[in-house]
């Protein structure tokens, strides 16, 4: 992220508003369902699912920006796409692990 944020603010003076914006959901998104559900555990999982959907679904935009653009910059993209999906996996299997381990 400390990589592709100057290059995300230099091509669009709003990158840095809507990644406060996110952070800032997914913080009161943990603290709500954690005051709701009283489970510590809960809130994380349920903030890891909404994380990954909202990552998914920018994904599928990628994707379909790319494959607009020309079908070898398609294919070049969704080879990175899902190399990066392993390591999204691993995070993910990493957190799931940690949460039923607590619990
Ligand atoms: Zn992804």
């Known amino acids: 992220m400390t990589m592709v944020f100057p290059q995300a603010i230099q091509k669009n003076s709003y990158a840095g508003f809507v990644e406060f914006a996110g952070f800032i959901f997914m913080y009161f998104s943990n603290k709500i369902i954690k005051y709701k559900t009283k489970q510590r555990e809960l ?47 691993i995070i993910t299997f990493s957190i799931y692990t940690r949460i039923i381990i607590v619990d």
């Open 43 to 89: 809130a994380l999982g349920i903030t890891v699912i909404e994380c990954i959907f909202i990552h998914s679904l920018m994904d599928g935009v990628i994707y379909t920006i790319t494959f607009s653009i020309s079908i070898v910059v398609g294919v070049l993209t969704g080879i990175g796409l899902v190399v990066h999906e392993f390591v999204e996996g």
